[in-house]
Nanobody, 120 residues
Framework: QVQLVESGGGLVQTGGSLRLSCAAS????????MGWYRQAPGKEREFVAA????????SYAASVKGRFTISRDYARNTFYLQMNSLKPEDTAIYYC?????????????WGQGTQVTVSS
């Protein structure tokens, strides 16, 4: 069973920073595009950022572009979301996501979610 283990959420003031981490098995990490999504209370889950299996391509939601950075560490089988200049509207549960490119193309796996709260 594929497991994605998230960490790094918490409470921060407006303008502050947090870094989320998502650890995966080596097999999942090396054969998947990885991403972050978030879900605020009463809203649908939305895309935040993604990074390709090779690490060569990244994409961001317009609302976070220029403030958030996604990256991946192949030595640790972990990928990250560095969040700077946080705003109250960034408050949500953040989920990491792995989308298989090799092995079982199209299969999608989710982490358990980590709460990020930005106080005004």
């Amino acid at each position: 069973q594929v497991q994605l283990v998230e960490s790094g959420g918490g409470l921060v003031q407006t303008g502050g920073s947090l870094r989320l981490s998502c650890a995966a098995s080596a097999r999942t990490f090396s054969t998947s595009d990885m991403g972050w999504y978030r879900q605020a209370p009463g809203k649908e889950r939305e895309f935040v950022a993604a990074i390709s299996m090779s690490g060569g391509n990244t994409s961001y939601a317009a609302s976070v572009k220029g403030r958030f950075t996604i990256s991946r560490d192949y030595a640790r089988n972990t990928f990250y979301l560095q969040m700077n200049s946080l705003k109250p509207e960034d408050t949500a549960i953040y989920y990491c996501n792995a989308k298989k490119v090799l092995g079982l193309p199209g299969a999608v796996y989710w982490g358990q979610g980590t709460q990020v709260t930005v106080s005004s």
